[in-house]
């Protein structure tokens, strides 16, 4: 058996990822515990979102990815809690992992502040099932309109709500404004898709916040360009069946995304240390556990601040040099060498806004319209894991650019999902997902 230090990943994301990667084939062995038996980028879940990717083009099995490391052993499996005095972690099925040294990086979900109730109105977006969730109300939404059409002979208006204007919100506003104006126009007979209203509504006086003032202006800009209508200083105070409430005001609509607020994964609260209002882990310098200098908390589970005082964000680039700096201290300390405190490089930020139109500052010089559009298509494409994957996406990008054709137009579901879409806009009840529909399904059949 073994005797060399045994690590254990938690989270196939960014941060872990980049962690085992880091370990390859280094004289450690790692196991990384993941849910799911693939890494997801998650920039691109919006595409998948609003049809312009399929899901097997932004992700790749993480046994895949990691074929070459020889000292890597990739375990599906749900973490639910630590026993850090023995140094074990214990899975769901009461299976437990011994560790010299533990790096979780679980990620984060959207936070609905107190109303998790309205998740079945208004999913959010952080994996692929939510993303193919969306797709399905979207598409579902326009194909219900031309039914009711083409039925009774009258069109009636159609609403989109995003509730958020961070990148994520922007970016669906974007995608669906163009959805409707262009890539759906000429396909339905009985309604006029570009009529159809995309609602963004932000609750700060600007979108984009992070962003310099002249930029996020000119993201405004773009946004309404589309046809968005952006409401700013407006908070969504309850999400019902079929509608919104904004102030006092109840708005009816067919389709509410949400993509605003983040909590860390619930499995920092389970190491029983200090955390944040969002449930992020405070950290030592080197990212490490307080008290525990072999637990490392990495990612969007991490709050650290840089030397300026500003907390480092959460973001992708940041995961990954968390997942690279984690690494690199684990081997300093096996090489007997002082470890080196986290380091955020912050070398920009960028946000598309939809076809042709994005805004980036980056090393200190800002862009705006095609040109950031363009650096924005060819970053994400360098950082896509998988060649295949990389080309395949071009060679969407480059037929959506030409044709405005979205290539991935499924509603997936079935026969309930009309029915339930229908009781929705009707405002009568809320939409189940069908993970927790199919769930149900299997109860019910086992009760009989």
């Not at 872990?16 to 920039?43: E, M, S, Y």
């Not at 002249?214 to 360009?225: H, V």
């Not at 952006?230 to 409430?245: E, M």
């Not at 809320?430 to 019910?444: G, I, L, M, Q, Y």
Request: with cysteine; hydrophobic share 45%; glycine share 8%.
């Amino acid at each position: 058996m073994s005797e060399r230090p045994k690590v254990v990943i938690i989270g196939g994301g960014f941060g872990g990822l980049w962690a085992a990667n880091a370990l390859a084939n280094k004289p450690v062995d790692v196991t990384l515990i993941d849910r799911k038996n693939h890494h997801v980028f998650q920039p691109l879940l919006y595409q998948v979102a609003t049809a312009v990717l399929s899901p097997g083009e932004i992700a790749q099995p993480l046994r895949r990815i990691l074929h070459n490391a020889k000292n890597v052993e990739v375990i599906l499996g749900e973490v639910v809690g630590f026993d850090t005095t023995n140094e074990k972690v214990r899975l769901e099925d009461g299976s437990e992992l011994g560790f010299d040294y533990l790096i979780v990086a679980a990620g984060a979900r959207h936070s609905y502040f107190g109303n998790d109730v309205w998740e079945t109105s208004a999913p959010g977006l952080k994996t692929l099932e939510d993303a193919v969730e969306m797709r399905r109300r979207i598409l579902l939404a326009f194909e219900l309109a031309e039914r009711d059409a083409y039925l009774t002979g009258k069109q009636r208006q159609l609403n989109f709500v995003v509730v958020g204007g961070g990148p994520t919100g922007v970016e669906l506003a974007g995608a669906i404004a163009d959805i409707a104006r262009q890539a759906l126009a000429k396909d339905f007979k009985a309604i006029d898709t570009r009529k159809a209203r995309v609602i963004l509504f932000e609750g700060s006086d600007r979108v984009l916040g992070t962003f310099t003032p002249d930029l996020t202006d000119s993201a405004k800009k773009q946004l309404e360009d589309l046809g968005v209508e952006v409401r700013l200083n407006s908070f969504v105070s309850d999400i019902a069946p079929g509608k919104v409430k904004v102030s006092d005001e109840w708005i009816d609509c067919d389709v509410v995304l949400w993509a605003t607020g983040v909590a860390a994964s619930p499995l920092g609260k389970q190491l029983g240390v200090e955390t944040d209002k969002a449930g992020r882990v405070f950290v030592e310098t080197d990212l490490s556990l307080p008290g525990h200098k072999n637990i490392f908390i990495i990612g969007d589970m991490a709050s650290i601040k840089r030397e300026n005082g500003e907390p480092v964000p959460g973001v992708s680039p940041a995961a990954m040099q968390m997942g690279r700096a984690t690494a690199k201290n684990v081997l300093a300390d096996l090489k007997g060498k002082a470890r080196t405190d986290f380091r955020y490089v912050d070398k920009g930020s960028m946000a598309t806004i939809g076809r042709s139109k994005a805004i980036a500052h980056l090393f200190g010089m800002k862009f705006k319209g095609f040109i950031a559009w363009t650096m924005w298509l060819w970053l994400h494409v360098f950082f896509l894991i998988g060649f295949r994957n990389r080309i395949v996406v071009m060679v969407e990008w480059f037929w959506a650019y030409l044709t405005r054709e979205r290539s991935a137009r499924l509603i997936t579901g079935d026969a309930e999902d009309l029915h339930d879409a229908l009781a929705f806009i009707e405002g009568k009840e809320a939409v189940e997902f069908p993970n927790d529909r199919s769930t149900k399904r299997k109860a019910k059949a086992r009760s009989l």
